[in-house]
Nanobody, 124 residues
Framework: QVQLVESGGGLVQTGGSLRLSCAAS????????MGWFRQAPGKEREFVAS????????HYVDFVKGRFTISRDNAKNTVNLQMNSLKPEDTAVYYC?????????????????WGQGTQVTVSS
């Protein structure tokens, strides 16, 4: 069992930055691929970025490449998402997920554990 708690969301202007964090508790955090997903009102949850158990391999959706960076610290049981050059279309609730899956897995149904989400709002 893994419990996840996201933090770091907020209101930011276009072009600004935010750093999201996901704190994990429970056993074997370092065994899990960690992913960040987001969900805007009326839309399905969509993949943003993922990182493998060691932190050496990452995967991003095209529309965040070059703007977002995912990282993890297994000693601290945390995974972060640095978001730069934010756009209004990045507005959503951001969730972190944990799964025993390939780091290239983009389907949220493959992830086993989820946090409660943190709201990111980008104003134009």
């Amino acid at each position: 069992q893994v419990q996840l708690v996201e933090s770091g969301g907020g209101l930011v202007q276009t072009g600004g930055s935010l750093r999201l964090s996901c704190a994990a508790s429970g056993r074997a955090f370092s065994s899990y691929t960690m992913g960040w997903f987001r969900q805007a009102p009326g839309k399905e949850r969509e993949f943003v970025a993922s990182i493998d158990w060691s932190g050496s391999s990452t995967h991003y959706v095209d529309f965040v490449k070059g703007r977002f960076t995912i990282s993890r610290d297994n000693a601290k049981n945390t995974v972060n998402l640095q978001m730069n050059s934010l756009k209004p279309e990045d507005t959503a609730v951001y969730y972190c997920g944990a799964g025993l899956v390939s780091f290239r897995s983009t389907n949220p149904r493959l992830y086993d554990y989820w946090g409660q989400g943190t709201q990111v709002t980008v104003s134009s």
